[in-house]
């Protein structure tokens, strides 16, 4: 474990190979570095991998003053990215890290060799955004407050119904409950920003 101390601290996980080529990967809304390890394994004969936590998530630090727009969030893994001193590199985004990672690539090519979004926000498919449509009128689906709203959740996430195990469920939903707030008010910030609007 290692902390980039810029504008922000972003600590991040990092795997040395000695491969020529780095992948950094970004996890999505809410998650924590950890949880992409077993891609790390994967991927770590290949490359290179740095995991930074999410500003706001993690071991990140929480400033309520802190305005987390994609903006803020592409500038803050620029920074991370350019400190790291080992691109242009492979980035890799999940949900909102798809988001930021799209923006990075976008904004800053010159530190992206190819960038990955897998399941990213903030692309709009032209018929059906029912994800984009419940922000529209206001609804957060990280504000679990009951059984039913986590239940909703896990369903979002996977393709078939599944039954995670039980004790991890339990620690999901347990945390979800208790970072409802925190949550809402990224997802404010986040989405002040947004365009929703389909045809641009």
Known sequence: REVFEGEVAIPFLRIDGGHRETLVNLPGFSDEKETFLPVATALRTRFNVIIPDTVGFGETRRDPHRIHTLDNHTRWVSSLIEHLDCGPVWLMGNSLGGAIASSVAV??????????????????????????????????????????????????????????????????????????????????????????????
Not at 119 to 144: D, K, M, Q, R, T
């Open 107 to 200: 904004t800053a090519p010159h530190l992206v060799k190819k960038c990955i979004p897998v399941g990213s926000a903030g692309y709009v498919h032209s018929e059906s955004n029912p994800l984009f449509e419940e922000i529209i009128a206001g609804e957060n689906p990280f504000l679990v407050t009951d059984n039913t709203g986590y239940r909703k959740f896990i369903q979002r996430l996977f393709h078939e119904e599944r039954r995670p195990i039980p004790f991890i469920s339990a620690a999901l939903r347990q945390k979800m409950f208790d970072e409802r707030s925190w949550y809402g008010h990224i997802m404010e910030q986040l989405t002040l920003e947004m365009d929703f609007d389909v045809e641009h």
